[in-house]
Each structure stands twice: as structure tokens, then as C-alpha cells.
């Protein structure tokens, strides 16, 4: 298949370029400054697309390749491309759902320990030698607190699995209500709110979900309760989110993502009722490599004239 032109958008792993390499004439979009000599001497070739959350497929990408055949994303999230005019133009798209929904979970898990019982202040309490003047003071018990999910997918579903585990009562807002499950349905997010102690936003991005999370389920929510975001950072209003933690509308978060990558708030880095990680879900050795496998077995399938292994559009 090396005559075959694949478009890599970003830097991701070196395991997938090294892969892609192997079997594909691979191109970096990100070698080309500036981009229109990229364009001048590419475009008519690119038969394939590899985005991930940080460039992935958008309009402009799209009509400017006219050979495109497929994108092939290595992330689960598909908000970084254009679908309806993949859809449009007949353009397959593929993500890697499952391989990646237990360190997503886990890391869900690590925020809401993390927020509940302080671990990372507890950490800089020990670093900077507090220990000695004093006891570190009480924090909260996680087992048993009431744990509300937005979404309840693969990744929803896997952190509710963890969540039964440490006793919570589980509650969950979807589009519709899962009759597979005893968890307690709200058919409003609001509601929900109200109703637990820790709210995670476990949701796929779309226009729909975009500021699901607003001042109103924020407030919902209260002083004394937690948000965990795992998705999206565009499901939080996060000036709203600011806000409330500064103001102490809202009791603490554990967040992985943000609406402007690698932005983040710095109003949030004094906030010991704060724990911040840098959108990195499912950025393990073994998840990453799995990915990886996926989208190629994907852009393979496709070129082979095979059932797609994940296929979207
Ligand atoms: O955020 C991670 C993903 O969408 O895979």
C-alpha cells in the first residue's frame, strides 16, 4: 500500500507513525510552514486522513483534498471532524471507541478520589514540609456519594462499573433512558444535578451537548458539589465554572479537559479544590498502541475494500 498517500494532521504516537510509515507514503501536515506549500504539493494525492482532538478533519481540510477517501481518527471524540460533509462527499470516517474506555473510566475514578480526599494537596502539603507543623485537615469520603453521569455510553457506563463498586448510588441524564440498566434516569440534566454530590460529563460533543453544563446545572450542582469532566472541554461554559469555584458556588472539580487546549484558566491553579490533568484520558503505553492498531486495521480495511473494524460514516 505505499502508493497510497495517508495525511497525518499532528504530532500523536510515534508507534502509529512509525506504523503508518511501514505501509503508507506518510505525510506530516505539520512539517509544512507554510501550509499552502503543503497544499501546492499534496492535496491531489491525499487518499486518507489520520486526525486526532487536536486537528482533525474540518470543512476546509475536507474540500481542499479531492481525493480524499477516509478519516481515520485516533480518538474516540469525533468533534474535530466535519461529519455531515463526510457524509456529503461519501468520505468514510472511523474512531477507536472501547480500546480506550477503562483509562478514561480510571482517570474519572482519579479525579473524583483526587477532589474528595485531596490527594494532590495532600502531596504538595507533604512536599513542602507541612506535615511537621500540623495534620493535614479532614477531607471528604468518596464510597457511598452520590454520582451523577452525563452520558451513559461506553465511558459513562465503565465509570458507573467503578463508581457501584466504592457503593455509590448511581443517577445518570441521557437523550433516552437505558432500559438495560437500574440506574436512576433524569430526563433533565438540571435534575440530576440536584440530585447527586458528583456530577461527571461523560458525553459525546456535539451541538446539542456544547454548554450542557451552564451557570444553571452549575448552580444546580451547589457548594457543595463536584463536577469531573472527561469529555469535552466545550461541555462546561467554563467562565461560568470559573466563577462559581471562585465564588464558592460550586464545591470543587476534577478536570481533564478545557475549552481551549492547552489554555486553562489560570484563576484555577490557585484552587486546592481543584485537580487539573492535561487531556490525557487515554494516553497510556497499552491504550495508545492499541489505538494506533485500530486505525490502521481501519485505513487497511478500507483500502482493501474490507468491513471497516470501527466505522462512524
Ligand atoms: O479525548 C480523547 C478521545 O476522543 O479519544
Known amino acids: 500500500m505505499d502508493s497510497i498517500t495517508v495525511l497525518m494532521t499532528s504530532p500523536m504516537s510515534d508507534y502509529l507513525e512509525k506504523q ?3 505501509r503508507f507514503n506518510l505525510v506530516k501536515l505539520w512539517a509544512y510552514s507554510p501550509k499552502t506549500d503543503f497544499f501546492k504539493h499534496n492535496s491531489h494525492s491525499i487518499r486518507a486522513v489520520v486526525g486526532n482532538t487536536k486537528i ?10 479531492p481525493e480524499l477517501e477516509i478519516v481515520s481518527s485516533y480518538s474516540v471524540g469525533l ?3 466535519d461529519l455531515r460533509k463526510c457524509q456529503e462527499k461519501g468520505i468514510r470516517v472511523t474512531n477507536t471507541p472501547d480500546v480506550l474506555t477503562d483509562d478514561v473510566a480510571d482517570v ?10 485531596r490527594v494532590c494537596e495532600c502531596d504538595r502539603f507533604v512536599r513542602r514540609g507541612l506535615w511537621p507543623k500540623g495534620d493535614f485537615r479532614l477531607t471528604n469520603k468518596f464510597s457511598g456519594m452520590q454520582v451523577g453521569i452525563v452520558g451513559l455510553g461506553r465511558i459513562g457506563s465503565a465509570i458507573a462499573k467503578r463508581a457501584e463498586a466504592f457503593g455509590c448510588p448511581i443517577s445518570y441524564y441521557s437523550r433516552s433512558e437505558k432500559p438495560e440498566t437500574n440506574y436512576k434516569y433524569f430526563s433533565n440534566i438540571i435534575d440530576l444535578a440536584v440530585n447527586c454530590q458528583i456530577l461527571v460529563v461523560a458525553c459525546a460533543l456535539t451541538e446539542e451537548t456544547h454548554h450542557i453544563v451552564n451557570r444553571e446545572v452549575i448552580d444546580a450542582l451547589g457548594p457543595e458539589g463536584i463536577l ?6 466545550s461541555h462546561v461554559d467554563e467562565p461560568e465554572l470559573v466563577s462559581a ?7 470543587g472539580a476534577g478536570l481533564d479537559v478545557y475549552e481551549n487546549e ?21 494516553d497510556t503505553v497499552e491504550t495508545t498502541d492499541a489505538m494506533a492498531d485500530l486505525v490502521i486495521k481501519n485505513l487497511e480495511a478500507h483500502f482493501l475494500k474490507k468491513p471497516l473494524l470501527t466505522p462512524v460514516v
Open 56 to 65: 482533525g478533519a474540518d470543512a476546509e481540510l475536507i474540500d481542499s483534498l
Open 20 to 22: 503508518l510509515k511501514d
Open 228 to 233: 469531573i469532566n472527561i469529555g469535552r472541554g
Open 262 to 282: 492547552p489554555e486553562v484558566p489560570e484563576q484555577l491553579f490557585g484552587l486546592e479544590n481543584v485537580v487539573l490533568m492535561p487531556h490525557v484520558g487515554s
Open 245 to 251: 469555584l471562585l465564588e464558592g458556588r460550586l464545591g
Open 108 to 117: 474519572a475514578m482519579g479525579l473524583m478520589l483526587a477532589v474528595t480526599r
Open 79 to 81: 468533534d474535530k471532524i
